[in-house]
């Protein structure tokens, strides 16, 4: 599996304070099968100050470490990019960093306050040729008031990211109830850890994997952490890949397998 977010990198935000947390942190991400994993910490103007070039440098040091201790992780680069009104030259410039250098980059949506002209913004990324992910929109204080603007950027062409632990519980009832309810509604396109320490945010997949499994499918929650997170590192072109889907497809999957059994007897 491929975690395309995930605040590894030592002492740059409020992820892993020190280099001993991010070896731990990759250990448990390894046992739970991640094979790659995107550092993402937090660009956000005034209380997180990072930038391109220095994450860059941070994650070939981090890949040494990793490799220093035997541990078998494939490092990429990426951020958590909090919306600007600046973004498009921001990416443009390098300074925001798209993952693993590809069209697509974290588009990270504030928590609290529902931006005004959400949808605008999305659009000029599109527009300018990226493709943004929206991370978490399960977790946000303000989904339930604007959730049809949420379904209007996936319309758009944007991406939706759930965060593993919203689909286990353990952010509360309301983020599993809105995560169950976008990937019953086929708004979900990949699930990542956005882990930040070993304490209550681990990097785990595996358990919300399964739960989404027995929702969706097997085929669907492979396409949340495998295909999709893997055309993303070979900058495929989104629509190349598979259609979000809810519980419908898991449904016709289950009657091709019932109708190609018939058609061996
Ligand atoms: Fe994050």
Known sequence: ?????????????????????????????????????????????????????????????????????????????????????????????????????????LFEPPHHVAPPRLEQSVMATLDAGYMPIITHP????????????MKALARAGAWMQLTAGSITGRFG???????ERMLDEGLVHLVATDAHNL???????????????ARLGD???????????????ANAAPAAGPRAVGPAAKASTSLGVLRRLFRAA
């Open 219 to 233: 085929a669907a929650a492979r396409d949340m952490v495998v295909t999709r997170p893997g055309m993303v590192l």
């Open 1 to 105: 599996m491929i975690d395309l977010h995930c605040h590894l990198l030592p002492g740059i935000d409020d992820g892993a304070p020190d280099l001993e947390t991010s070896l731990e942190m990759a250990r448990i991400a390894v046992a739970d099968g991640i094979t790659t994993i995107a550092c993402t910490p937090h660009i956000y103007p005034g209380l997180y100050d990072n930038n391109g070039p220095d994450i860059l440098r941070r994650v070939a040091a981090l890949q040494a470490d990793l490799e220093d201790a035997g541990i078998a992780l494939k490092l990429v680069a990426g951020c958590d990019a909090h919306l600007t009104p600046t973004m498009v030259g921001e990416l443009n410039s390098g300074h925001i960093p798209t993952l693993a250098g590809s069209r697509y980059f």
């Open 199 to 213: 304490r209550n945010r681990k990097p785990l997949l595996a358990d919300a994997v399964a739960m989404v499994a």
């Open 138 to 149: 399960e977790r946000l204080s303000w989904i339930e008031s604007h959730y049809d603007t």
């Open 173 to 179: 009832k309301r983020p599993q109830y809105w995560s």
